[in-house]
């Protein structure tokens, strides 16, 4: 990034009970956060912080291996999902750990896998927690304040219009990008906080943004209060359901070297902390389990951003404009006086439920998402858009379920919206032998299916207008190789932005990497992209399709 940390953060633990103060030590990062960063297309502005809060509390609070349920070793994203299963196998099977070097014996642990785990894992046992109460939770624990200010050292075309006010791309605010978080946790069962943040070019204290910051958030989040109460969520929070396809907000893995990861999966709630401000619901929401059921619900009220269109069309029966809006905006981004108008253009009300039976071996969900706006989407008649979402309602329902037989684990989730249309997404992940691990994932979405919250495994962003079929594999030949590779095919039934016919692409990944203990870790990386697009030098009466390709090498 061409940008510099002026100050990298300050990171302080205030009012810490029964516990030594120290500063936060985040690990290294995780292979899996790395790869899908490496591999994203665009830049992006992730927020480290909130990524490593699982495993900075479990550094001062080691999970116990021997009492850890799937969710848990879901949390800590340092293992896949045959490689939890395989844990879960053996510990059924062989009963509690003696050692943490047991972990050598089970199917899929390699030795940077292991080292990566120890230093959030432990055999300890302990007693239930739910005997805790609120208050000490609220009280005892440990304080986190965050501050941070960042600036680009090359002023940007927005910075150098900033005089010009017939320039409607000129940035009104300075270059100063500021974030401050506070947050109260007590271990990973309770936390509470807040959240601000001005991105460079939006305004600070004065025209659109008088109460300070940009961007406000604030959370209180807590986990097994009993054995009933699984999980309530005040404030700000992020939902998913099933694989994504019609509710899934928070960080969600795609396609990457880490080619195991292709299966979404975690706790239904978890607080927000973040400052994506799209990806969240503000409002309620609560987990109730009763034996193997468990119960979500969900709502939430909150404002967005969208193009508005102001229509000056009168009748008889209406004398005021009529505002629609042509687009919803997901970046957050206030600086100009174009991307001010379009702020808090409307809200969205959303109401949610997902009801859930788990089991050793099968596991089902229910899921339902309602959403209503105040403004309509009307949106500008495109061929490409011909069957996206327009007006102020809609709902979609699914079901997920996953089974698990032995070393193969199979999952999916299939989802209709108001019209009747499908789409559905199924995967299989199977342990071949200890040395070879394989992924197969079909999706179908389709070109008239409609989704406001979804977020599944997609060459695009969205939930529409996609078949395909990924085959991954990782293989660890000897104790210190791994090779890791995939190949997805993938074809686009209707037309798109920018590709003026149905089209199709494919992409293949290989990444071969040598590791030794403690002391080295290289690998190379080839990648190859090829997708159909309008071609660019063409003048012809209709637009021709092409083969975009790229091709990427990583050392």
């Keep these: 990034m061409r940008s510099f940390l002026l100050l990298s953060g300050l990171f302080c633990s205030l009012l810490s009970f029964a516990q030594t103060d120290t500063l936060p030590v985040f690990p290294e990062t995780p292979p899996l956060l790395e790869d899908v960063l490496q591999d994203a297309e665009e830049e992006v502005d992730f927020d480290f ?57 089970i199917p899929g642990f390699d030795l940077p896998t292991i080292r990566r785990l120890l230093p959030y894992v432990s055999l300890r046992s302990s007693l239930d927690d739910f005997h805790v109460p609120l208050p000490r939770m609220l009280s005892a624990g440990k304080n986190e304040l965050y501050l941070r200010w960042s600036r680009t050292l090359e002023s940007s075309r927005g910075f150098l219009l900033a005089g010009d006010t017939s320039v409607s791309g000129r940035f009104l605010g300075d270059p100063n990008k500021w974030y401050t978080r506070f947050k109260h946790s007590y271990e990973n069962r309770l936390s509470y906080g807040f959240t601000a943040e001005k991105d460079a070019g939006e305004e600070f204290f004065r025209g659109s943004n008088p109460q300070g910051f940009d961007f406000y958030s604030a959370h209180l989040f807590a986990r097994n209060l009993s054995r009933t109460v699984k999980a309530v969520a005040l404030g700000d929070f992020t939902a998913s359901f099933g694989q994504g396809l019609i509710l899934y907000s928070g960080f969600g893995y795609g396609k990457s070297a880490a080619t195991m990861e292709v299966k979404r999966s975690g706790r239904v709630l978890r607080p927000f902390t973040s400052v994506n401000e799209a990806s969240f619901y503000r409002g309620a929401a609560a987990t109730l389990a009763f034996g193997p059921l468990e119960a979500t619900v969900l709502g939430s009220y909150r404002r967005r951003d969208g193009n508005v269109v102001v229509s000056t069309d009168t009748t008889e029966t209406q004398d005021l404009p009529a505002i629609t809006l042509s687009s919803i905006l997901n970046s957050g981004l206030h600086r100009t006086p174009a991307e001010i108008a379009d702020e808090g253009a409307f809200h969205q009300l959303t109401f949610g439920g997902c009801l859930r039976y788990s089991s050793d071996r099968f596991a089902f969900g229910l899921n339902g998402v309602l959403d209503r706006l105040d403004q309509p989407i009307s949106r500008t008649p495109q061929p490409y858009n011909r069957f996206y979402f327009n007006g102020n309602q809609l709902w979609n329902g699914s079901l997920d379920y996953t089974y698990r037989l032995k070393n193969l684990l199979f999952f999916g989730e299939t989802a209709v919206d108001p019209n009747g249309r499908l789409a559905t997404l199924n995967g299989l992940l199977a342990g071949l ?9 079909q999706r179908w979405y389709s070109h008239e299916f409609q989704s406001l919250n979804g977020f599944p495994f997609a060459e695009t962003n969205g939930v529409n207008n996609e078949a395909g079929v990924y085959l991954g594999a990782e293989i660890r030949p000897a104790s210190r190789w791994r090779l890791n590779a995939y190949y997805d095919l993938y074809r686009h039934p209707w037309l798109r932005f920018r ?23 290289v690998y190379l990386q080839v990648r190859r992209e090829s997708k159909e697009q309008n071609a660019t030098d063409y003048f012809g009466p209709l637009d021709r399709l092409v083969a975009h390709q790229t091709l990427q090498a990583r050392l």
């Design 49 to 105: 912080d909130t990524y490593y809060e699982p495993l900075e509390a479990l550094r001062e609070h080691p999970l116990d291996l021997n009492r850890a349920d799937r969710e848990q070793l879901q949390e800590i994203r340092l293992l896949n999902d045959l490689q939890i299963e395989a844990f879960l196998e053996y510990r059924a099977t062989a009963g509690p750990l003696l050692a943490l070097y047991e972990l050598q014996v």
């Design 433 to 441: 032998d200890r040395k070879v691990d394989v992924s197969l994932l």
């Design 499 to 521: 590709t003026d016919a149905p089209s199709r692409g494919r992409d293949w990944l290989v990444r071969l990497t040598y590791y030794q203990k403690r002391k080295l870790e």
